[in-house]
Structures are given as structure tokens and as C-alpha cells.
């Protein structure tokens, strides 16, 4: 029975490569590789001829890089771009600037070679292509930020006495597809004291680092990658390493974070249930989860451990997200306070901090 594959592109100067992607793309009965091309010229003239639903692209390529063709892309003719990069530092800065232009994703190149790397890459490929192929794309628009509603000093009387039983609230925050982008626009318009942040962003490693440098240069509030045993503090984020799991932790009335291995949780690692169910056993009522863009369920289960443990519970609403998969999972389960836009879901963590403290 003839189904509507997604038809995708590749374009890599690798032919190591473009024989890697294509064999592992064509074993997902939803994909077809449609062609192939070694440079984005070659990749305009494959366009001509048939327009594909995702296209692959390489950054590094002779005669134009992806990043100068991406961009021409996305004002002549969008298509849904996932970026396939070489786990470098260089790489990890231009794929953050191609998620600027407009690419839906950001994956590690497949270590030819190893076998469960590219078991592992097979998921993770297939997924950030199907992911792709329902994205809304967006034309990427400048950057503007907008204000909170409150003050800092209405967000949380300065702490007494450092007590054991702490009400000091933790904002443990979920996203994937379209997130980098979601969480540039939210964590920007947060003020300098905020309440600690956990972050668990799908993301290749290395590519964590860089993200977060260029999100500290753009906020307010401190962001880092997170390091085990790294405390939560208020004016600051945390954002998990890529390929690590993220867990919330507290010791007395100390909240950190342990970084872990482990195996992938709803096809993740780092895994948004991971945190959130953390976060639900460690903070409970102190607690405020954040679902954001994404393909798929992670964090949905995590998100209904949370509201059972207390917190309060918030998902970016549809017309927002450039995927809604996760908040769309987690509004189903009926375990989501509220539905909001995303420029308005940081007055939202902001007033559920400040209510809580007021008792």
C-alpha cells in the first residue's frame, strides 16, 4: 500500500558520508532519499527538478558552504533544513547561526564506522527528519525582547536564614525541535534574580556548550552547561551537556544537579522525564515545569509526575511552537495549569514564583 513518504535530500561533499545518511535514512519505512548532491549547486538543480519535504545539509562543503545556501533557502524557498555537523567547536558556532537562519535541527554527522554510534545516530536521524517534515517554519525574524510583568524584588523576599526546609523554587524547563530558538526568546526577558533554572534541551554534545555561552552573553541571568554537583542558584541557568542526563537534587536546603549516563529514555538522552521526574521527587510544590516546542511525548510522563508532586505546570500553546508534539502530549494527560504563548510564559514563571513565596 503506497504511503506518502518524506522524501529527503541529502547534501554532504562526503560521498562516505551521503552512502552513511542515505542508508540509514532508507531504513525508516516513513523516509525516502529522494537524491542526493555534494555541494548546494548541485543541490539547487536536484530542487529544480523535485522539491523534497527535508533536506540534510552539510555546513563545510567547497564551492558554497551550507550556511551561505541555507540562507538563500529560507528567503527563496523554505524548506525544512536539519543540519548534519561534525562534532567540532567551529561546527558547534555555525550550527547555532544556522538555527538562526532558520534550520528546524541540529544533529552530530554519524561516526562511520562504529556500530552502535550509528544505532544510536539512526534513531536520533530519523527522528530529526520526521521532526523536520511537520516543523512550521518560521522566516526568522529580528530579535526583540519583551518585558516581565514584574519587578524582580516582587518575585522573591531576599531569604532569612538559610532554613532546611526551603521554599526557594526550582524552574525545570523541557524542549526540542524549534527549542534553541524558544529559549533564546524566553530566558532573554527574564530579570538578573530569577529563580534557578534546569534545562534539558535535545542536543548533540559539544553543540550544549556553545549554545549555552552564546545564551549567557544574551541574558540577563547567568546560563551554563551544567557540570556535576553545580548548586541551583537564582540568577542563573543550567543547561544539560548533550548525550548526558540531567537530574535535580537537593541536599538540605541546596538544590544541584547530578549529571549521569544511562540509556536513552524515550529515545533521549539528555530526557526531559528524566528531569522532570527529578525535579518532582526533589522540589515537589517548589517546583515550576516548562514544556516547550518539540517532536514527540518526552516530558509528558515527567510533567504528570510533577503536578501529582505540587508544582505548577505550564506548556507553550500551539500557534507558538514551531513543533507541538511534547506540549501537545502533556495537555493531553490534563496535567498542564496553563497553556500560553511563549512570550508570555515568563511573567507566568515569574508570578507562580513570587505566589508561592508570599505564604
Known amino acids: ?68 545556501f541555507l540562507k538563500k533557502l529560507m528567503t527563496q524557498h523554505p524548506i525544512p533544513v536539519v543540519i548534519c555537523s561534525s562534532l567540532a567547536e567551529e561546527g558547534a558556532q555555525s550550527s547555532l547561526k544556522a538555527l538562526e537562519y532558520g534550520a528546524v535541527e541540529v544533529i552530530a554527522k554519524p561516526k562511520v564506522g562504529t556500530k552502535q554510534f550509528l544505532e544510536d545516530s539512526r534513531i536520533e536521524l530519523c527522528q530529526a527528519v520526521k521532526a523536520a517534515a511537520s516543523a512550521r517554519l518560521r522566516k526568522p525574524g529580528p530579535s526583540h525582547t519583551v518585558e516581565p510583568k514584574l519587578t524582580a524584588d516582587a518575585v522573591l523576599p531576599p531569604a532569612t536564614s538559610a532554613m532546611v526546609e526551603t521554599t526557594e523554587k526550582v524552574i525545570a524547563i523541557g524542549a526540542s525541535t524549534g527549542g534553541t530558538e524558544a529559549l533564546k526568546t524566553l530566558l ?7 529563580p534557578g533554572i534546569v534545562i534539558v534541551q535535545h542536543m548533540p554534545e559539544l553543540f550544549t556548550r556553545a549554545f549555552a555561552n552564546r545564551l549567557d552573553g544574551l541574558c540577563h541571568i547567568t546560563v551554563k552547561e551544567a557540570e ?10 543550567l543547561i544539560a551537556p548533550g548525550n548526558h542526563h540531567l537530574l535535580l537534587k537537593r541536599s538540605g536546603a541546596r538544590y544541584y544537579v547530578e549529571i549521569k549516563d544511562g540509556p536513552l529514555v524515550c529515545r533521549h538522552r539528555p530526557s526531559v522525564d528524566v528531569l522532570f521526574r527529578s525535579a518532582a521527587r526533589y522540589a515537589g510544590p517548589n517546583a515550576v515545569g516548562v514544556i516547550l516546542t518539540g517532536m514527540g511525548d518526552d516530558g509528558a510522563r515527567g510533567m ?8 505548577y505546570t505550564i506548556a507553550q500553546d500551539e500557534a507558538s511552537c514551531i513543533v507541538f508534539g511534547m506540549p501537545k502530549e502533556a495537555i493531553k494527560l490534563g496535567v498542564v495549569d496553563r497553556v500560553l504563548p511563549l512570550t508570555s510564559i515568563a511573567a507566568s514563571i515569574l508570578s507562580a514564583s513570587a505566589q508561592s513565596c508570599a505564604h
Open 188 to 194: 532573554e526577558t527574564l530579570p538578573a534574580d530569577s
Open 1 to 68: 500500500m503506497a504511503t506518502n513518504k518524506i522524501k529527503v535530500l541529502i547534501v554532504d561533499d562526503s560521498a562516505v558520508v551521503r552512502q552513511t545518511l542515505k542508508e540509514i535514512l532508507s531504513s525508516d519505512a516513513e523516509i525516502e532519499v529522494m537524491a542526493t548532491a555534494g555541494d548546494p549547486y548541485v543541490a539547487a538543480e536536484r530542487i529544480r527538478d523535485c522539491v523534497p519535504d527535508v533536506i540534510t545539509l552539510d555546513i563545510e562543503m567547497p564551492r558554497m558552504d551550507g550556511l551561505t
Open 228 to 237: 556535576n554537583n553545580d548548586s541551583i542558584l537564582r540568577g542563573r541557568a
Open 304 to 311: 504528570a509526575e510533577m503536578k501529582q508532586a505540587g508544582a
